[in-house]
């Protein structure tokens, strides 16, 4: 069963530097100026503006070996997006993605199996992500059929030990997805995902869909296998404590641009971005007399068609704009305010100069 | 140095106020009368299914004041939507009947009433705002249509003044442009102003209790603080009584001021939300309040409740939560059906050794059998 082929970490001379990299990370997927943008209209036999939908606009970060990076932001930031590009499920418009120090796009045949192989998945819902018609010992095994040259006998014994390592029971095997509930078809997902020994696992959403009572037992679970097996995640949520739990470093995400990255520590100390800080402030309190000073931005999300070509937060910001600022016309990049903490600034996009920060307070006592 | 930045932060945020509502101490405090206005007794609602009979709420009793929101809480399956339904009579039947109980509503028990007269009722007195928007607006009808027809069927307006009302309503769920947007279509709107068309149609007659199914949960983050925020400002404007069912603790701790838990279809706790925070008795909130992980604080391993929510057509006959309990037990003590005691003022709780750690201090309350 080693279908992973040892190799050294040190080939990341080839990985270039960006903003927002924390250059001592032992990376094991590098993800740099990722762009993908759908083309929704305009243009005309080579003639005229094309316009597009800039979905993920010049994203760069790194997912280290064994950790777990998040992606924040509300619903069409891309950070879903950016997860597909990873999978491979889209094609990126521009960018790199680079799996132990190598362009995957350049990669040998051998080194692009590997890489599939090394990167799977785990979906939002447990009941849209797993073939009704299959049994569970087929939905799980078949990763290792396809990909492996095991016998029969050595896939059933292997599903048997993913079972157990979920939690599930061996016998349940010959069970169809129906007969399960939401929290155990999602220990199935995980089961299959793990199947073929993976460095990464791309997780989307990994718990929204369950029961509260349920969210715990996957989210435990999730870190349990990170450590016995050396997992790296790259966790797309949206709710901000199941991030501050899971995630050691992490990404605020804004129409399709990374507005603020870092330890997630530092960023839940000391969150810089305005947009940071209104996520934060929106987000609901454990206890009822945690009382968050709330403010909400003007406007509602704009459409990422045709965005604003300088900073795209301008038009949600509270502070005034000067239209002939540069940060206007051209794409601020990110700024490394604290060490491995970095943030888009511009004049109008830090929460200090807007008096907006917000402090979470944790109660005492409690 | 440092006052002389914090004033001119302090200035800076004055002149803000009107572009970024900020808000500081969260939402003001409610008034909530001593009125009850509905009062929910026993109630039962069945569903006939092949594999027999499954009980959806199997006797469930609470009460609500005018100005106040109780907080319905449970995972799916916990019979807190088919309450909800239940009250506004649109179980659908078959397979569902509402075999027992009360809901008494500004007086009258809304399950004596004939079907016309509860067509009146519904969206009158009571209303629901359902989980999502999109589903719960049609989409060949304009927005001036659907808010018109809830104020035409239960207030009888025409014509201009109908218009106005309809105007009204949305101004008061803070749709901007409203005379411009009540033409629009659905889909010519975002989700968060689809959720507040919804509301509005709740609003606009007035009533003396909302229903508010889950809500925000299509909706952002950034949306759903404003829509919260909103529920509470027409609840203070109003003095209407909202009954808010959610999966989510962080909505109860923000929104509900007292909170009824619910598990295979009973109530196992219902007290005051600080104390449902501060000394939760049944096992199984003290367990769902626990797992959740903190926006504060990085924490340590989440505690987890072990097992699976019941099915609902195979309820173990006594204490429903005892599979799923860790407390220490014999078979006999967790079969019978435990009583929902009132343990201390307004803090009621089902009680058995099965899942009530502090069973023995309470135990002289247990009525006998």
Redesign the interface.
Known sequence: MTTTVEKSTTGRGTVPSAPGINPGADAIISIRNLRKWYRVGGGFLGFGKKIYLKAVDDVSFDIERGKTFGLVG??GCGKTTTLKLLLGLEVPTAGTIYYEGEDVTTMSKAGRTEFRRSVQAVFQDPWSSLNPRMRVRAIVGEPLEIATTMTKKEISGRVSDLLNEVGLNPYQANLYPHEF????RQRIGIARALALNPKVIALDEPVSAL???????I??LL?DLQEQHGLAYLLVA?N???V??MCHDMAVMYLGVVQESGE??AI?NNPMHIYTN?????????????????????G??VSPIDPPPGDVFMTRT??EVDPNHRWANERPPLVEKEPGHWVVETPWSMA?????RVE????EG? | MAESTETA??E??AA?SD????????FGVSAISDEVVLEVKNLQTHFTTRWGTVKAVDGVSYNVRRGETLGIVG??GSGKSVTALSLMRLVPSPPGHIVGGEVILNGRNLLDLSEGEMTAVRGGEISIILQDPMQALNPVFNIQNQVGEAIKIHQGLKGQALWEKVVDSLRKVRIPAPEIRAKDYPHQL?G?MRQRVVGAIGISSAPSVIIADEPTTSL???????YL?LLRQIQQEEGVAIVFIT????????M?DRVAVMYAGRIVELAD??TI??EPMHEYTK??IG?????????G??????G??PLLYNLPPGDSFAPRSQLEFTPEEAERRPPLVEIKTDHWVQLSRSSVAEYDKYAHLMPAE
């Not at chain 1, 209104?278 to 003007?298: G, N, T, W």
């Not at chain 1, 200090?352 to 907006?356: R, S, V, Y």
């Not at chain 2, 999966?247 to 923000?254: C, M, N, R, S």
Request: proline letters at 6%; aromatic letters at 4%.
């Open positions: 509300e619903s509930s939401g929290g155990q029961d509260v009572s349920i969210r715990a037992q989210m435990n870190v949206h901000l404590a199941t501050r739990y997630t520590e839940f209104a996520l934060i402030s929106a987000a609901l309190p454990s206890h009822p007399d945690i009382q968050r000073e709330e403010f909400l931005l003007p509602e999300v509270p502070l200090a100069d807007a008096g907006l979470l307070k944790n109660l409690v | 932060v302090e800076k945020k803000l572009t970024v509502a900020v808000d500081t101490d969260g995972e799916s975002s968060g952002d983050v950034t949306i759903q603080a404003a925020r999966h989510d603790f962080g909505i109860v701790a923000k509900c939300v600080r925070f501060n367990a769902l797992s959740v992980p903190k926006l504060e604080e990085k924490t391993r989440l505690p987890q409740i072990e699976q929510p």
